[in-house]
């Protein structure tokens, strides 16, 4: 291969670095290699903690006619060594910065970023906030003392006392601290004895008396909201990220008796641990904006999705991380630009810093998907299309941000209707008909108990663990290959 030029992508995310020929870090910089006589290949050499690795992965195509970016990265590649273990070392094609998010968990671990502050992004220094940030700051203070009291031996252990407990403030700091001790060699992932226990999970967790939960339709619109519209827009994201806590937990717990890669439950656990930070931000925003969760009701819609996807490890990465997480990646952008057309900046990085945090949860949901489908012998992009157009074919409307969701691995041939064949695309229209048919009122999603007849076939999880592993270390030769 031979270098040919350096180009600038003015669109790519400040959040993914990059590195030009001489190992400086450049924004939106890339190198040109030629891989064949018609076209050339764009990769990016990714630099962590002043590092250079050597984890290519094309990031856009073109002919020799001139450089373009397509919407979705369908790169053509050589069969050459070179070109294959250049692709093959981004394990599971997934999100740049996955390695880097994983490797700050320990140093995030011992940092206090529950609480919004400057050092994070734009701070509201009025005498009101003040004050209102003082009753968040004796409410998380209060629950910091119940968590004091709280010990357990394990991840799950953990998961199964976050479920239980209603008080969002609570649930957000057992969750730190789960992880802190996890991190810190203090607890273990599985809880002694456990057996069947997976079996007697309720079916919803412990929720605080308000707010509401109510059908989606009945939920205010902007226009018919009494809240402020800054405070509207942090309501919702509250209850979305208090959500994604018990989500989060929930997959540890249900599949703790698969007996995993520990790496998957330090992941869920990691998401869990970044949830809580949001929910934290957004609820003491929400205090400065002089509102409380529960200030207007909610949906269930989140936990309906948790529910369906509880009988299979596949189902519950597609609908969850790879469906409903990636929702954020497409409206996170959208909302930033509108608090900021409101006049309210602090919000709005709170927004932003979320929505940029997003990436790692959908990329862990990739990146497990794929390996499991892999070892199971399944193709990835056929389990996720048919698992979302039987459980839940409502999250596959667009908007979709094609560039965000395209950077953690997941590609437009997934989850875009048009870029399907016409047996799949006719097949989702027709079980969205079957259901609109049936429930005219409802949200599209198949109730837990419905049996279609298209669910996957059950895992033996005894053989996944062996095939996993053995794929595992098998990606593992190859990213240590020269």
């Known amino acids: 291969m031979s270098y040919l030029s350096r180009i600038q992508l003015s669109r790519i995310p400040p959040h993914v670095p990059h590195v030009g020929m001489h190992g400086q870090s450049v924004y939106g910089s890339f190198l040109l290699l030629n891989t064949g006589k018609e076209s050339i290949q764009t990769y990016g050499i990714l630099e962590v903690h002043g590092m250079r690795q050597e984890r290519m992965r094309p990031v856009c195509s073109s002919t020799t006619n001139g450089i373009r970016l397509p919407e979705e990265a369908s790169a053509t590649t050589t069969n050459s060594p070179e070109s294959k273990r250049a692709l093959r070392k981004h394990v599971g094609e997934g999100w740049r910065g996955l390695d880097t998010w994983r490797r700050e968990a320990h140093d995030r671990s011992k940092q206090n970023c529950a609480v919004w502050s400057s050092s994070l992004g734009a701070c509201s220094f009025s005498e009101a906030s003040k004050a209102e940030q003082n009753v968040y700051m004796e ?229 497990w998907f794929r390996a499991i489908c892999s070892s199971l012998g399944d193709d990835s992009k056929d389990v996720f299309i048919q698992t979302l157009t039987e459980l839940c074919p409502d999250l596959l409307r667009p908007p979709f941000n094609h560039n965000a969701r395209w950077l953690v691995g997941l590609p437009r041939e997934y989850y875009d209707e048009t870029a399907w064949n016409e047996e799949s695309r006719a097949q989702i229209e027709y079980v969205r008909k079957r259901r609109r048919d049936t429930n005219p009122h409802g949200h599209g999603m198949m109730d837990e108990t419905s049996d279609t007849g298209h669910r996957l076939s059950p895992i033996d999880f005894d053989i996944l663990r062996d095939r996993l592993c053995l794929f595992l270390s098998q990606e593992e030769d190859m990213v240590a290959q020269p």
């Open 139 to 367: 409410l998380r203070k209060d629950a910091l003392e119940q968590v004091s009291m709280v010990s357990c031996g394990s991840l799950e252990e953990y998961g199964r006392r976050v479920l239980s407990s209603a008080d969002p403030l609570v649930k957000a700091e057992l969750t730190h601290k789960a992880w802190r001790e996890f991190t810190s060699g203090a607890v273990g992932v599985h809880m002694d004895g456990a057996g069947d226990e997976e079996k007697h999970l309720a079916s919803t967790p412990a929720r605080p008396e308000k707010p509401s939960l109510v059908p989606a339709r009945e939920i205010p619109t902007l226009k018919e909201t009494t809240l402020h519209r800054s405070a509207y827009t942090l309501h919702n994201l509250a209850h979305v990220e208090l959500n994604a806590i018990d989500l989060a937990w929930d997959t540890v717990v249900r599949f703790s008796h698969a007996k995993l890669p520990m790496d998957f439950y330090a992941d869920f656990a990691r998401v869990a641990d970044d949830e809580s930070r949001h929910l934290g931000w957004c609820l003491q925003r929400l205090g400065e904006l002089n509102c409380r969760y529960g200030d207007m009701p909610a949906h269930n819609l989140l936990w309906e999705g948790c529910m369906v996807s509880s009988s299979d490890i596949r189902e519950r990465l597609a609908v969850v991380p790879m469906s409903q997480e990636a929702r954020g990646l497409d409206a996170g952008a959208r909302l930033a630009e509108r608090l900021v057309g409101w006049g309210d900046n602090v919000s709005a990085a709170i927004v932003a810093r979320i929505a940029e945090e997003e990436h790692a949860h959908v990329a862990v949901g990739v990146l």
